[in-house]
């Protein structure tokens, strides 16, 4: 192979298709998949029957026949159905996958009158499939599981395998400094609260987001008067972390001052995480004593904390 003498865009030169497929590969930085979360999924009918339908969206799609042939770009405007096969006594897994042939490389389709880039179901897969078969020009977008004498289709049986070829990804880093006065919480109850009573940080959840990872910590918690049994999570939204991170002090009375953090990814897919997307939420600090606390864990002007969240995009 030889470097090929005239770029793409330059005026009076000719441009060959592969040309043009090497292009979208570079745009694409060499990944393959759907360009956003909801593009291409597939659901069962409004009326469940003999077929799914696939939503509409776009997708980049390797050539897998030559190491030269390019990449592909492919649309569905609107929605499309197609057939899925009933079951006899025994169960079977199918994959629909969008695939690429190109009579260039592979086939004998013609352009002129033949579809290049067509649904296609795999019959028969593996019932753990999750991959198109090698040397496929393709990309899996469901494995659709159908127990035995079954000719319709329901969500339920649909395995979303759509990957996101260059998924977005959004950082907030936003700092918190409590300005005081000092703010309190002892006892024994074990209910959370919001300590300090405030919210520390507006934040934007994207659109597009499937996930948030939240690395959230906070410097100089005071501990006084007792040994200390507590906890320490945040609250995105109407969202409790799930998790807890325990403080186990028992250095006597005297003031004392913390460092803790917590780690945890917040699913956007569920019902509640999908009502934030697109929206305003706000963080706030949560904390809670034990049964066996015996001391005072205050926030006050020399208390900070770091709100550190990741929202990045996945399947919708």
Do not use: C
């Not at 009326?47 to 997708?59: C, E, K, L």
């Not at 096969?85 to 086939?107: F, H, Q």
């Not at 028969?124 to 977008?141: M, R, W």
């Not at 900070?304 to 995009?313: G, M, P, Q, R, W």
């Amino acid at each position: 192979m030889a470097l090929v003498p005239v770029p793409i865009a330059t005026l009076g030169a000719e441009h060959s298709a592969q040309q043009f497929r090497m292009m979208i590969k570079d745009l694409a930085r060499d990944n393959q998949g759907v360009t956003t979360g909801s593009d291409l999924k597939v659901t069962a009918l409004a009326t469940p029957g003999g077929a799914v339908q696939i939503g509409d969206g776009s997708a980049v799609i390797a050539g897998k026949v030559s190491p030269v042939q390019g990449y592909y770009n492919a649309y569905n405007i609107g929605s499309d159905t197609v057939q899925i096969a009933a079951t006899g006594s025994t169960s079977r897994s199918d994959m629909l996958v969008l695939r690429v042939e190109d009579p260039e490389y592979e086939g004998d389709r013609d352009p002129a009158t033949d579809p290049i880039v067509f649904f296609e179901v795999i019959p028969n897969v593996s019932s753990t499939a999750t991959t198109v078969p090698a040397g496929y020009s393709a990309i899996p977008l469901a494995r659709i599981d159908i127990p035995s004498s079954t000719a319709t289709i329901t969500n339920a049986m649909i395995k979303d395998l759509r990957q996101i070829a260059n998924p977005r990804r959004e950082r907030i880093l936003t700092p918190y400094y409590f300005p005081g006065p000092l703010q309190e919480i002892s006892g024994t109850s074990t209910t959370w609260k919001t300590h300090p009573n405030v919210t520390m940080a507006t934040l934007a959840i994207p659109s597009w987001a499937a996930t948030a990872k939240v690395v959230f910590s906070a410097t100089n918690i005071r501990l006084a008067e007792g040994a200390i049994f507590a906890g320490f999570r945040f609250m995105l939204g109407s969202t409790e972390a799930v998790q807890e991170v325990r403080i186990d002090d028992n250095q006597g009375t005297s003031a004392r001052r913390v460092y803790v953090e917590i780690v945890e990814t917040i699913d956007l897919t569920t019902t509640a995480g999908a009502a934030m997307r697109g929206t305003n939420q706000p963080f706030r600090a949560r904390m809670r004593t034990d049964a066996f606390n015996d001391g005072k864990i205050g926030a006050d002007s020399l208390t900070s904390y770091k709100i550190d969240v990741e929202f990045l995009e996945g399947r919708l």
